[in-house]
């Protein structure tokens, strides 16, 4: 039985990752290897953030398709 993901879960997930990516590089002290911006830790912390928002709102449609999966 093979599932099929909400478009939207799949494009904010994916987007996430891509955040979460550069935010834990310049977070561990490798940004400037980016971009000189991200030296700064606090431009990694601001990625992270954007990035656990973005995963929280891919969460959303995947939790309304289970839910009317199962209604």
Known sequence: MSRRY????????????????????????????????????????AFIVSAVALLGSGAFPLVIAKLKENG
């Open 6 to 45: 909400p478009l939207s879960f799949i494009i904010l997930t994916a987007l996430g990752v891509l955040c979460a990516i550069p935010g834990l590089l310049s977070v561990a002290g490798f940004g400037a290897l980016l971009h000189p911006v991200l030296d700064d830790p606090m431009a990694g912390l």
